[in-house]
């Protein structure tokens, strides 16, 4: 019989369900005995799986023993690894989904947890986002109403997640997002943005703040931290045009960025290189200037990537000859 700190969870899994009265039952054993071995971690979620009925109480304790198990007990204390990394998504993710929301919200909560972690673990919870707004499955979308619930629409829970993964993998430091990152940002606005569709006001503002992230970093500016760059944009104003709301959401620019000086550039270049040593998992180099080079060459610019071009070049934040190039794309005078 499977125990953990002496509960019987076999018990559980026959009847297929988990009671208050048995996540009481463990949080005592823990408190006698907080530490927790890998079979112990392994036991745990995958009682989460063979139970669908289950107490309110349950998700929460799983998010904290696992995150602890993590971050604390398994060593090195505090952040994740690759090879953590890869632990966790193989106990998550058979399949490359995860499979239900409490392990979604565990792996959130972890990654909100952790000093540092890999890109890759960063992207594998963008990927279980971006594939419930695009194709419209999994977890996220389980018990959701009409609203939100089909194929290229997202919710505010939704940008939400995204925003708090994103600003999770930058933590403190001033970096701009990744390629990876953005290509996943990229993909969703491109299925939010269909004809017809109505984009919220949440994500106009979130991609906006990421597009023009990538950008002024490309053009020598020195970033502000994720949490600063990517922070909501709150307005009860009606704006007349698109245009309008994009430039109100860019509207601290000149605040949250500057020209990146010779030291700025070389701090920026060791953050990314201490990630890589302490996550052991290198970041993949970009291609210098690959989204400005994109957005110049792109025929059907979505109208946030539109917008955010006008704006960069109206405010001179970019140069004279990227905004005539980009507003000759979009049909418009020079």
Known sequence: MRVVKS???????????????????????????????????????????????????????LVDVIADYILNQSGPEGYITAEKSRWLIAKLASDGWIANRAEFDLLVAILGKARWFPLSLATFALDQVAGAVIHGFGPLRAGHGQQGAVPGT????????????????????????????????????????????????????????AMTNVILSEHGYAVPPRAVALRPWVSEAAYTTFDEQVAASLGLLRQDYHRQSVEERALARLERQRIEIVTGESILPEEEGWLTQRLLESRRRSAVEAAVLDHLGRECLIGEGFERQGMARDGKAA
Do not use: Y
Request: glycine share 8%.
């Open 154 to 209: 997202i919710g505010e829970g939704e940008i939400a997640l995204i925003r708090v993964i994103v600003n999770a993998f930058g933590g403190d430091s001033a970096l701009p997002l990744t390629q990876q990152e953005t290509e996943i940002l990229i993909g969703v606005n491109k299925a939010v943005s269909g004809a017809g569709r109505t984009v919220p006001a949440a994500w106009t503002d979130l991609f906006a703040k």
């Open 7 to 61: 509960v019987p969870v076999e018990d559980f899994e026959f009847r297929g369900s988990i009671k208050d009265s048995d996540v009481a039952r463990m949080m005592r054993a823990f408190a006698e005995d907080p530490h927790i071995h890998e079979n112990e971690a392994e036991t745990l979620l995958r009682l989460n799986r063979s139970c669908p009925i289950q107490a309110p109480s349950w998700s929460g304790f």
